[in-house]
């Protein structure tokens, strides 16, 4: 099993930057890819941006590629998403997810272990 905890979530206005974090526990991370989806209001859950804790490789959804970056901390199984030029569209409860190594980064319900999640929300 493996524990995830988010944080960092906020109000912010429409061009400014925002990291939200993970803290994962019960297991190391190191045969596991970390994602970040995120669920707006009358949305379907949609896939944010993925790592592979191993090697370090990254996967991003079009829309967020070049403004988001997802990463890896310094503390064992800590991940961050940092979001830079942020838009009203942002605007979601984001969610980390955890799976252990497997094909296609993308697909939400390939992710069993997920955390509360953390609302961010971008004003215009």
């Known amino acids: 099993q493996v524990q995830l905890v988010e944080s960092g979530g906020g109000l912010v206005q429409a061009g400014d930057s925002l990291r939200l974090s993970c803290t994962a526990s019960?297991?190391?991370?190191?045969?596991?890819?970390m994602a970040w989806l995120r669920q707006a209001p009358g949305k379907e859950r949609e896939f944010v941006a993925a790592?592979?804790?191993?090697?370090?490789?990254?996967y991003y959804a079009g829309d967020v590629k070049g403004r988001f970056t997802i990463s890896r901390g310094d503390a064992q199984n800590t991940g961050y998403l940092q979001m830079s030029n942020l838009r009203p569209e942002d605007t979601a409860v984001y969610y980390c997810?955890?799976?252990?190594?497997?094909?296609?980064?993308?697909?939400?319900?390939?992710?069993?272990?997920w955390g509360q999640g953390t609302q961010v929300t971008v004003s215009s």
């Open positions: 019960g297991r190391t991370l190191s045969s596991y890819d």
């Open positions: 790592i592979r804790w191993r090697t370090g490789a990254t």
């Open positions: 997810a955890a799976r252990s190594t497997a094909y296609g980064f993308g697909i939400s319900t390939s992710y069993p272990y």
